[in-house]
């Protein structure tokens, strides 16, 4: 079993930055790909920022040059620098992985279970 757990929420005013971490955990035997994912109210899950393993990281053209996503192989980690924060980034933020782990040769897709970013104007 893969737990992915996030912190770093809360609420920050126009302007402000935050830093989200994502932590994966338990039978792991590689991570292909790690990355953050958000949605607001009433709107569809939309991709934040991805780093898959020895590719391109990509950005949602809403955070190119404000956010930056960051991996830390060693301690399974990514990590999602927010700065000028802006109220339409409020959403809840999930991490999200694609890791094969232990004792088979599949890779599954595993969900954080979210942490909530809010921008106040």
């Known amino acids: 079993q893969v737990q992915l757990v996030e912190s770093g929420g809360g609420l920050v005013q126009a302007g402000g930055s935050l830093r989200l971490s994502c932590v994966a955990s338990?039978?792991?035997?590689?991570?292909?790909?790690m990355g953050w994912y958000r949605q607001a109210p009433g709107k569809q899950r939309e991709l934040v920022a991805h780093?898959?393993?020895?590719?391109?990281?990509n950005y949602a053209d809403s955070v190119k040059g404000r956010f930056t996503i960051s991996r830390d192989n060693a301690k399974n980690t990514v990590y999602l620098q927010m700065n000028s924060l802006k109220p339409e980034d409020t959403a809840v933020y999930y991490c999200?992985?694609?890791?094969?782990?232990?004792?088979?040769?599949?890779?599954?897709?595993?969900w954080g279970q979210g942490t909530q970013v809010t921008v106040s104007s």
């Open positions: 338990g039978s792991i035997f590689s991570i292909n790909s």
């Open positions: 999200n992985a694609v890791v094969m782990p232990k004792g088979t040769v599949h890779r599954y897709e595993y």
């Open positions: 780093n898959p393993s020895g590719g391109s990281t």
